[in-house]
């Protein structure tokens, strides 16, 4: 009952717009900083870097969503071109991950897919991958749309997405996306009942259920937990289904399972960190604390010690 007050009463502040927007004249407070990577691309740097020498690799994210405005929308597509840029300087090991409604979806969705055009040009130019992450039920049919025409209208192979468990949907949009690269979640966002299921239990047989799926379909896999068990799960079905490590990979957040990261390096599989950094910061840290009432206690330490 707590928990779930709690978990509901940090996705309403993740959510709200006034919050997020003041938050980004604080800097990292309340102990954000143990899971943003700071609020500029060169924090961001050595902070991959950092990762790297630990055999890690990355997935960067410019922090923002929820962009009600061109310029914001072009501001952010900028700044995710000088970050790729920056990784191909570097020479550091991440690709990136992108939100369409920080390129502007919720205003005009060709102007979104122009943005994403940019952002995808500059990977191609460096070499490199972009990951649409997948938000909330809203824009779930929009963004695979968005998907399949940079793929398929605008020729880009250097794309994927990402598919969350809690969904009844998910299943039948695996199988559509076979063999386009997906990262594969529970879901962080308050779903209805009528599309998302609820019960812990449901939702992780379903995320096995997805993971077997992309695996078995010969589909480049990305199993994004911090789920052991899970995690248990998966080692035991690629060992069983002689899935070579090449074709997937464990993806956690920044600052989430330190050590579990490292004994899946020292294991020899491919570990990839999800690494938010910008000063758009409160609405990710909010979803965080919203997942898991521990994290809150290192909020309330650092509320305290600021
Ligand atoms: P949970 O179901 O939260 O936890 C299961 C169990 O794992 C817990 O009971 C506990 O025993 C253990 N555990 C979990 N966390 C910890 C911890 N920190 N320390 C110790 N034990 C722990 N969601 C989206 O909706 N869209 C996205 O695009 C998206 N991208 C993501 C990218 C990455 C790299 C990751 C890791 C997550 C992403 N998510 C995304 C969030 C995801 O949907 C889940 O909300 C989030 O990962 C929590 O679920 P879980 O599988 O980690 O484990």
């Not at 940090?10 to 309340?30: P, R």
């Not at 480049?220 to 052991?228: F, G, L, M, P, V």
Request: glycine share 6%; hydrophobic share 40%.
């Amino acid at each position: 009952m707590i928990a779930t007050v709690s978990k509901n009463f940090f996705l309403y502040l993740s959510q709200n717009k006034g919050l997020n927007q003041a938050a980004k004249k604080w800097g990292l407070k309340f102990g954000a900083a143990q899971v943003v990577a700071g609020v500029t691309i060169e924090h961001a740097m050595q902070t991959v870097k950092d990762l790297n020498e630990n055999g890690i690799v990355c997935t960067l994210d410019h922090l923002g969503e929820f962009v009600s405005s061109r310029e914001e929308a072009i501001q952010a597509t900028e700044y995710n071109v000088r970050t790729l840029e920056a990784i191909g300087k570097t020479g550091v090991n991440s690709n990136l991950s992108v939100k369409m409604t920080q390129l502007g979806l919720d205003i005009d969705k060709d102007f979104c897919i122009k943005n994403m055009c940019q952002i995808l040009d500059a990977a191609k130019r460096t070499n490199n991958f972009v990951r649409i992450d997948m938000e909330d039920y809203s824009h779930c049919q929009v963004t695979l749309d968005i998907l399949r025409e940079l793929r398929e209208v605008y020729g880009f192979d250097n794309v994927g997405t990402v598919i969350q468990a809690y969904l009844h949907r998910s299943l039948d949009d695996v199988k559509d996306l076979k063999g386009i690269p997906l990262r594969l979640v529970k879901g962080a966002y308050k779903e209805d009942p009528s599309v998302a299921y609820q019960d812990k239990p449901v939702i992780d047989k379903n995320y096995m259920r997805l993971i077997e799926e992309h695996l078995l379909s010969g589909s480049n896999t990305a199993i994004a937990s911090h789920d052991h068990e899970i995690i248990a799960k998966v080692k035991d079905f690629v060992k069983k289904n002689n899935i070579p490590n090449d074709q997937f990979e464990f993806q956690m957040l920044y600052g989430f399972r330190t050590e579990l990261q490292q004994n899946l390096v020292k294991e020899g599989y491919k570990m990839r960190v999800y690494v938010p950094f910008g000063d758009d910061w409160f609405g990710y840290f909010m979803r965080r604390l919203a997942e898991r009432p521990q994290n809150v206690s290192f909020a309330v330490k650092g509320f305290f010690s600021k």
